[in-house]
């Protein structure tokens, strides 16, 4: 059993692992530039308008308890929209790194059968 295995790994590259390693960290990093650009990206746009609900909210006065509950409103959706993005940039780097490191289809070793099969 054992020398079938070991036969088998005979035709893959010592540097194959190293490789797909390496491959791997280039894709993470890759993705936490992104999703660190997009979620900036949503705070600066909706940064102004956290900050006046926030002072209205925090003031007082007669429109305070509406400017609380749009303030905490807003702030749940750009929670959402940023997890909506991190998810996104997410598969999209499962799935770079997916084709990066897939086998080329010519590069396969044609299965040895140790017996034969009549037609």
């Known amino acids: 059993m054992r020398s079938r295995f ?21 894709v993470t ?3 936490a530039f992104r999703v660190g650009v997009s979620c ?19 003031v007082g006065g007669a429109g305070a308890g509406t400017a ?11 929670a959402r929209e940023g997890a909506e993005v991190t998810w996104r940039e997410l598969r999209r780097a499962v799935d770079e790194l ?3 490191t897939r086998p080329q289809e010519g590069t396969g070793v044609r299965p040895h059968r140790p017996y034969r099969v009549k037609p």
């Not at 005979?10 to 390496?22: C, D, E, K, T």
């Not at 600066?44 to 002072?55: G, I, M």
Request: hydrophobic fraction near 55%.
């Open 98 to 100: 997916e084709e990066v």
């Open 68 to 78: 609380q509950a749009t303030f905490r409103d807003d702030l749940i959706a750009l």
């Open 29 to 31: 990093s890759a993705t």
């Open 40 to 58: 900036l990206d949503l705070w600066l746009d909706r940064a102004p308008a956290l900050v006046r609900l926030a002072v209205r909210a925090s």
């Open 6 to 26: 070991v036969g088998s790994l005979r035709g893959l590259s010592r540097l194959l692992v190293p490789r797909m390693l390496a491959t791997g960290s280039l």
